[in-house]
T-cell receptor
Framework: LAKTTQPISMDSYEGQEVNITCSHNNIATNDYITWYQQFPSQGPRFIIQGYKTKVTNEVASLFIPADRKSSTLSLPRVSLSDTAVYYCLVRKRGSTLGRLYFGRGTQLTVWP | KAGVTQTPRYLIKTRGQQVTLSCSPISGHRSVSWYQQTPGQGLQFLFEYFSETQRNKGNFPGRFSGRQFSNSRSEMNVSTLELGDSALYLC?????????????FGPGTRLTVL
């Protein structure tokens, strides 16, 4: 199973763009890359998922290079409410999978 | 559409007791997974149920058990509670168990064991 590595913490200011990079050197051909956000005492919330190149939704963008050994979650113009823990996960597609492997995540703190 | 609901939200028990937590998935979702979250261990997978059958199980002792009903609602039970069982217990539901499908998490049940 591909293990992920991401920074323990990051700081930013309101209005800035934040990029959180995740390493997954052992990613397999049939693995997706998924990011979740979690606020204190709440369940994680799905942000974005991708397989290769770039994926964008109303919340974030996900950049995945050709070798797929890393990925970068990009949050445009963060606000105080984006302060949360962000988890990078690698999950297999096309198989029975209700099981998500969460690492330690990245604590993002946004300052005024 | 209503989200995943978990009851109760908070629970205080003493060592040796048992506890049952409940999870109602999003309407139409048939897969329910349970996770334990603690500051020391992070988010850890407990088990997954689909169509009333346990499909996946994490590395937890037999004191932790679960079940799923025909309406997809799920319960998890912890017997002979230990102090280390104090945690946030999260339930997540998804449409199917195939990879690539988003899991939706509930708000969790905060269990405190005294």
């Amino acid at each position: 199973l591909a293990k992920t590595t991401q920074p323990i913490s990051m700081d930013s200011y309101e209005g800035q763009e934040v990029n959180i990079t995740c390493s997954h050197n052992n990613i397999a051909t049939n693995d997706y890359i998924t990011w979740y956000q979690q606020f204190p005492s709440q369940g994680p919330r799905f942000i974005i998922q991708g397989y290769k190149t770039k994926v964008t939704n109303e919340v974030a963008s996900l950049f995945i290079p050709a070798d797929r050994k890393s990925s970068t979650l990009s949050l445009p113009r963060v606000s105080l409410s984006d302060t949360a823990v962000y988890y990078c996960l690698v999950r297999k597609r096309g198989s029975t999978l209700g099981r998500l492997y969460f690492g330690r995540g990245t604590q993002l703190t946004v300052w005024p | 559409k209503a989200g995943v609901t978990q009851t109760p939200r908070y629970l205080i028990k003493t060592r040796g007791q048992q506890v049952t937590l409940s999870c109602s998935p999003i309407s139409g979702h048939r897969s329910v997974s349970w996770y334990q979250q603690t500051p020391g261990q992070g988010l850890q997978f407990l088990f997954e149920y689909f169509s009333e059958t346990q499909r996946n199980k994490g590395n937890f002792p037999g004191r932790f058990s679960g079940r799923q009903f025909s309406n997809s609602r799920s319960e998890m039970n912890v017997s002979t509670l230990e102090l280390g069982d104090s945690a946030l217990y999260l339930c997540a539901s998804s449409l199917v168990t195939s990879g690539g499908n988003e899991q939706f998490f509930g708000p969790g049940t905060r269990l405190t064991v005294l």
